[in-house]
């Protein structure tokens, strides 16, 4: 990526804020507007696999649904394959899966037993790390495949939510923190 800190500016200036959804006291970051915009679009992907080019990732996992948008041409670019980290009974086959809890209640992630080979070298993305509680769990899917995780990639970071505590030591990159 020729001009990180350019890529960072006209993805950051096109992330809307909406309040209080899904639920008040929320401050949700909409990435739609990158998404729409051919030049955003081009450069927060290339963000996000760039720290990983040199990195001989054989599998990205993307983490339903937003992370699939920007999984998929990192799997491309990268030369690995795609697998889908999903919300429980969306996959049709055997799967593993992991419990995480949330901020109300808790959460599920699966994916398919065969999606990843023991020894992989795997990279997780999602659009965005909050509390991490969700890249946590993709991480333990991708050791329980008994595969390496060689570390994260983000569009976007909250900080003040310490995502990047949760997951400790973990190769952790982000285009744009709040
Ligand atoms: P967490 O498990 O807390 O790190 O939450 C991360 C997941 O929730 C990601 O898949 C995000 O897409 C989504 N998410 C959490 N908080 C926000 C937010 N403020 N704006 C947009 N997406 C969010």
């Known amino acids: 990526l020729a001009d990180l ?16 959804y899904p639920q008040e006291g929320i401050v949700f970051k909409d990435l739609t507007p990158v998404l729409a915009a ?23 996992v993307g983490i339903e649904a937003r992370g699939f948008l920007f999984a998929v041409p990192a799997a491309l670019e990268l030369g690995a394959g795609f697998v889908p980290a999903r919300k429980p009974g969306k996959l049709p086959h055997e799967t593993v899966s992991v ?10 992630l699966e994916m398919h037993v065969d999606a990843i080979e023991k020894g992989q070298r795997v990279l997780i993305v999602d659009d965005l790390l909050a509390t991490g509680g969700t890249a946590d769990a993709a991480r333990q ?3 329980a495949a008994g595969a390496e995780v060689v570390g994260f990639s983000f569009l976007v970071e909250l900080d003040f939510l310490a995502g990047r505590r949760r997951l400790d030591g973990a190769r952790i990159e982000s285009l744009v923190h709040f």
């Open 38 to 60: 051919p030049e955003a679009l081009e450069q927060g992907v290339q963000a996000i696999i760039d720290p990983y080019r040199d990195a001989a990732i054989d599998r990205v």
């Open 5 to 20: 800190d350019a890529a960072r500016k006209t993805v950051e200036a096109l992330i809307r804020d909406v309040h209080d």
């Open 99 to 108: 419990s995480y809890a949330l901020e109300y209640g808790t959460g599920s």
């Open 141 to 143: 899917l991708v050791i």
